[in-house]
């Protein structure tokens, strides 16, 4: 099942997961964004989040300060950014991986414990990542 919220979020709902596609380009995410991650981010699926610009949480925060303050959204960047990066680094949110691009390069980062961000952009040469989701 799919749902494209043009203003909100994309949503695939499969049998065992959700991918949530988010636009974060702003550094930012909107009031309706949030409020649609909030359904689901606490729901019984796991969830893996894709949004363009990698995100830095106290946890990561060093590992992002490496990119600069333009390659990365964080608490401080907009109006919703710190609840969204308080929904990603709570341990009941149901969101186990992040998946974004924006620096032009590959890069793993742990955002909260166990949790892993992927920085999958293509690369200035045409590099291309491949992720394989896997149940237990």
Do not use: W
């Not at 600069?68 to 929904?87: D, P, Q, R």
């Not at 680094?89 to 955002?111: F, L, P, Q, R, V």
């Amino acid at each position: 099942k799919f749902n494209n919220n043009s203003d909100g979020i994309a949503v695939y709902q499969g049998e065992d997961f959700i991918i949530a596609g988010i636009d974060d380009t702003e550094k930012d995410i909107s009031d309706k964004q949030l409020a649609e991650l909030k359904k689901i981010a606490y729901g019984p699926l796991p969830i893996i989040m894709m949004v363009h610009i990698p995100i830095a949480t106290d946890y990561n925060y060093n590992d992002m300060k490496g990119y600069g303050e333009y390659f990365s959204l964080n608490k401080k960047t907009g109006k919703n950014a710190e609840k969204l990066v308080n929904i990603l680094s709570d341990e009941k949110s149901k969101i186990y991986a992040i998946i974004c691009g924006h620096t032009h390069g590959y890069s793993e980062s742990e955002y909260a414990p166990g949790r892993t961000q992927y920085v999958c952009s293509q690369g200035l040469v045409g590099f291309v990542n491949e992720i394989t989701v896997k149940g237990n």
